[in-house]
Nanobody, 122 residues
Framework: QAQLVESGGGLVQAGGSLRLPCAAS????????MGWFRQVPGMEREFVAG????????RYADSVEGRFTVSRDNAKNTVFLQMNSLKPEDMAVYYC???????????????WGQGTQVTVSS
């Protein structure tokens, strides 16, 4: 069964950094765009960053532009989210997801990981 598994979450002080890997197992998601989303209780799941299969195109939410970087290693079936200069408002559960189309809409992503908690202390 195809799975996406996020890791790397944890507690970090404001201004610090975390790197979240998302590993695919069961299939390669070849040709798929990958996205990162985040969600806090009571709020909608929010698009954070996306990357095409080739890695040639990326896009970011305005709130993370310049601080977060998405990348992927297709040979290792893994996508990464490097988060720098973290702020308390970045605190959320972070999810990776796979989509056949280049999109920021959560409804267009067909496979999701279980999420990893990122906590930022002020």
């Amino acid at each position: 069964q195809a799975q996406l598994v996020e890791s790397g979450g944890g507690l970090v002080q404001a201004g610090g950094s975390l790197r979240l890997p998302c590993a695919a197992s069961g299939r390669t998601f070849r040709g798929y765009a990958m996205g990162w989303f985040r969600q806090v209780p009571g709020m909608e799941r929010e698009f954070v960053a996306g990357i095409t299969w080739s890695g040639g195109m990326t896009r970011y939410a305005d709130s993370v532009e310049g601080r977060f970087t998405v990348s992927r290693d297709n040979a290792k079936n893994t996508v990464f989210l490097q988060m720098n200069s973290l702020k308390p408002e970045d605190m959320a559960v972070y999810y990776c997801a796979a989509s056949r189309v280049w999109t920021m809409m959560a409804a267009d992503f067909e496979a999701w990981g279980q999420g990893t908690q990122v906590t930022v202390s002020s």
